[in-house]
């Protein structure tokens, strides 16, 4: 149990609205809200009212009345923080919030840390560490993706394959022991056999989470995706169509696009980081060559390559330098202008990419093709890999590179069977999996990094 004065802070957005929330949690927060609230019923009392109701009021500064409210009541545990708690609904302007905020910690309780509620709610043993910090996730998720798998591992997905697979681990941990300390009763003949197949779905089983990392990052963050192009090719005209607005300018001159241009896209459930970059062309001009380098060093970092081609413009040496920065790239070839004649044979193009890369015939000008774009894309990255309302996916990098650690433990631990170690070997890297998979949900943790954790999230929550 953790032990605690009583917070209190702000909980919804920190601008005018409709509604506001001020939550306040801890051993005092009944009396707290007796302070300065007086229910229109005068025979309610907060601490006496039951758990889970709501009371309309007004909240009181001495004889001053701030503002009407409705309170609603939570006693411990049955409450986010499992403490009592109060949460005062007020109307939503920034300035009657913060008073009504002052009031309450002036009555005696303090403001609130980042974090600090769920915060509690972890400490208290209400939620595991990765189920904390999937609330943060659904906050801040950008597409529908990354919310499904973020209330998922809300949940408690993550927990339920990290448990299941500490509770295999921690069964050859306890045989082991309680064979070496009582050889006599328990024999380890033939066990090490036995281990390496319970060894070799371990290994397996974290591997396939691994394996949904990248994508899983993908999913929370977006996808990093470039467009690249000669001059005027119809760059920017296609980010405007993507963003349902203008958000490049375009002319019929080459080279408009002098620097890179930055804008997250909701496609389909889906984000995309959309860099447009400027065209890709030997150039004398100072900052257009500085355009061109930071357009390489986007297309290095790229998730996804966007290379639109005039195909009203022959081919030339800029398409080779363009060929060179899609190489090893998962990429989409815009084959733009084909309202106009194309001048250019796809099956060379797609010869001279030296990849299997995705060729769509699109016109910017009239938006055609762009929703077979779109859909290529998704596949590229998601169909038959990813499906958040049913499958585990690791989207938060600490719980990467737990696996990581898990997964080299495992190794260890086969190789010392392949080696004919003896058995407290295995125990030994068989715990150290098992710690590194416990660190994941928290139960393996050091104070700092879980005061690290939650100095992240947002005020309130």
């Known amino acids: 149990m953790y032990n605690s004065d009583t917070i209190a802070a702000i909980a919804t957005g920190m601008t005018n609205s409709g509604i506001g929330i001020i939550r306040i949690s801890g051993s005092e927060s009944f009396a707290v809200a007796e302070r300065i609230f007086l229910p229109a019923n005068k025979n309610i009392k907060i601490k006496d009212a039951e758990s889970h109701t709501i009371h309309y009021g007004f909240i009181k500064d001495g004889e001053e009345t701030v503002d009407e409210a409705m309170v609603s009541v939570m006693k411990s545990p049955r409450s986010f923080t499992t403490e009592d708690t109060v949460e005062i609904n007020c109307h939503g302007g920034m300035l009657v919030m913060n008073r009504i905020l002052q009031l309450v910690i002036t009555n005696g309780a303090r403001l609130a840390e980042p974090g600090e509620f769920t915060k509690r709610a972890f400490l208290n043993g209400r939620i595991d560490l990765s189920e904390a910090e999937a609330v943060m996730d659904v906050i801040s998720s950008k597409n529908d993706m990354a919310l499904k798998s973020s209330v998922g591992q809300l949940r408690g997905k993550v927990s339920e394959k990290v448990k299941q ?92 696009t002098r620097d890179v241009l930055e804008e997250n896209i909701n496609l389909h459930g889906i984000s995309l980081n959309v860099i447009d970059t400027a065209g890709i062309r030997d150039t004398e001009d100072t900052v257009e060559k500085i355009g061109v380098e930071r357009a390489r060093k986007a297309a290095m970092d790229a998730d996804l390559i966007i290379y639109v081609v005039d195909a009203s413009v022959p081919l030339d040496g800029n398409d080779q330098m363009i060929f060179e920065m899609i190489h090893d790239k998962k990429s989409v070839i815009l084959m733009n202008k084909t309202d106009l004649p194309s001048v250019i044979n796809e099956d060379d193009l797609l010869e001279m990419t030296g990849k299997d890369s995705v060729m769509i015939r699109t016109s910017t000008k009239d938006a055609t093709g762009i929703d077979l774009f779109e859909n290529n894309v998704k596949d590229m990255f998601f169909t038959g890999k990813i499906n958040p309302d049913q499958e585990v996916v690791i989207t938060n990098m600490r719980h990467k590179e737990a696996l990581l650690r898990t997964l080299e433990s495992l190794k260890q631990v086969k190789q010392s069977i392949e080696n004919h170690m003896p058995e407290d070997f295995y125990s030994i890297d068989l715990m150290s999996a098992y710690t590194s998979l416990g660190s994941i949900i928290g139960e393996e943790v050091s104070d700092d990094l879980v005061n690290e954790i939650f100095s992240k999230f947002c005020m309130g929550k």
């Open 165 to 256: 697979l500490r509770s295999d681990i921690i069964y050859e941990i306890a045989f082991i022991e309680s064979a070496l300390d009582d050889p006599e009763h328990i024999s380890l003949d033939d066990y090490p056999e036995k281990l390496l197949i319970k060894t070799d779905f371990l290994i397996k089983a974290v591997d396939n989470l691994l394996q949904s990392a990248d994508s899983g990052r993908i999913m929370k963050e977006g996808i990093k995706t470039v467009i690249v192009g000669k001059p005027n090719a119809g760059k920017s005209s296609l980010l405007n169509i993507l963003a349902g607005e203008e958000k490049a300018i375009v002319t019929d001159i080459a080279g408009t």
